[in-house]
């Protein structure tokens, strides 16, 4: 759990700038249940859509009752599409961290218990990813959790 409240929240020290144009850029997340990631970004200002769907497995295994098996890599996972001269990466990212979910627990959330229910940051560039590490240990660091984050930071 964490120890501050949304609102108190940490904003990264590490992030991308507001782009100059509108335009569009992706994140990719993985936090328990798609659904319930996916609620939580469908209505925030600067993002355009939101998708449920897998993520970290091949291809042809990525079906909803394969990966429920557990015998997959894939995790459950939204893509937030955003633009980013209205909302920045590691902005995503906070509330990825402060609402979406609970980034300390391995392979579950709440009742949610296997791999395909990690907590992941599926990066598609070098910046995306300086981004997330540099998050993760900033808010590590505060301790702004109880436990440390546990969440997986790999390329898409």
Request: overall charge negative; glycine content about 8%; proline content about 5%.
């Amino acid at each position: 759990m964490a120890r501050v409240s949304p609102e108190d929240f940490p904003d990264p020290a590490v992030d991308s700038t507001l782009a100059d144009k509108a335009g569009q850029s992706r994140a990719v997340l993985a936090g328990g249940c798609f659904w319930c990631v996916e609620a939580v970004y469908k209505n925030l200002e600067g993002v355009s859509s939101v998708k449920s769907g897998y993520a970290g497995g091949s291809a042809e295994t990525a079906d909803y009752q394969t990966v429920s098996s557990g015998t997959t890599d894939h995790a459950e996972a939204v893509e937030v599409v955003y633009d980013p001269s209205r909302i920045t990466y590691g902005q995503i990212l906070k509330v990825f961290f402060s609402i979406a979910h609970d980034p300390t627990q391995r392979d579950r959330q709440g009742p949610d218990v296997g791999r395909q229910y990690r907590s992941a940051i599926f990066y598609a560039d070098g910046e995306q990813k300086r981004v997330a590490e540099a998050y993760i240990d900033q808010l590590n660091k505060a301790k702004v959790f109880d436990a440390p984050i546990v969440t997986e930071v790999a390329p898409l």
